[in-house]
């Protein structure tokens, strides 16, 4: 079985920081691209940052200076360092990673979102 577990949301003032994490269980697989998109009541969800296994990133351009994507490969997570948050930040917030696991299917998985709340 292969899931993705996030955590790290919550309430935070405008200017405020939070993290992000998003952990992938399941034995013998392979994590390719990564990436974090949210979701804004009544909005379509929208990419927020990606990176690939080679460290390559890519933000929106809502986010950029503000929001950094990392990951940790031994530990098969991906984070997001989100700064200076501001009230359009408010979202729910969806991890993504491209996996191979065992018999041999590649395919994208999703977290099951973590709320993201920018409010005073």
């Known amino acids: 079985q292969v899931q993705l577990v996030e955590s790290g949301g919550g309430l935070v003032q405008p200017g405020g920081s939070l993290r992000l994490s998003c952990a992938a269980s399941?034995?013998?697989?392979?994590?390719?691209?990564m990436g974090w998109y949210r979701q804004a009541p009544g909005k379509q969800r929208e990419l927020v940052a990606t990176?690939?296994?080679?460290?390559?990133?890519n933000y929106a351009d809502s986010v950029k200076g503000r929001f950094t994507i990392s990951r940790d490969n031994a530990k098969n997570t991906v984070y997001l360092q989100m700064n200076s948050l501001k009230p359009e930040d408010t979202a729910v917030y969806y991890c993504n990673a491209d996996i191979w696991s065992p018999p041999g299917w590649r395919k994208d998985y999703w977290g099951q979102g973590t709320q993201v709340t920018v409010s005073s």
């Open positions: 990176i690939t296994g080679g460290m390559s990133t």
């Open positions: 399941g034995s013998g697989t392979i994590i390719y691209g």
